[in-house]
């Protein structure tokens, strides 16, 4: 399976911003995905999931701002951000695992991962 990130890049406090995920290779629906990020500096850290139930988790730290989807007839995930805050600016990845039970936001049941897209909120 190979992700690859669109979307991203300057954003100011308080917009939204939406990125995508595309796969390629594999079964879509069978995939749970995920978006994780990566702040300069920081180790990498969970965002938010889509399992393939459609069930949903989210970090408290976005929570109530971000959202995840995913369609499964296009292979895509979206990550679709809102009220961004400076904290938000970070490499975002999405990741993909074919495991039907996960632990929420444990990278390492995560085995595809895309090449990241930078997203920068400025005050």
């Known amino acids: 399976v190979q992700l690859v990130e669109f979307g991203g890049g300057l954003a100011q406090a308080g917009d939204s911003m939406t990125l995508s995920c595309v796969a390629f290779g594999g079964t879509f629906s069978n995939l749970a995905l995920a978006w994780f990020r990566q702040a300069p500096g920081k180790e990498r850290e969970f965002v938010a999931n889509?399992?393939?139930?459609?069930?949903?988790d989210y970090a408290e730290s976005v929570k109530g701002r971000f959202t995840i989807s995913r369609d499964n007839t296009k292979n895509t995930i979206y990550l679709n951000m809102g009220s961004l805050k400076q904290e938000d600016t970070a490499e975002y990845y999405c990741?993909?695992?074919?495991?039907?039970?996960?632990?929420?936001?444990?990278?390492?049941?995560?085995?595809?991962w895309g090449q990241g897209t930078q997203v920068t909120v400025s005050s």
């Open positions: 990741a993909a695992s074919s495991r039907f039970f996960l632990r929420i936001g444990r990278e390492s049941e995560y085995g595809y």
């Open positions: 889509v399992r393939q139930s459609l069930h949903t």
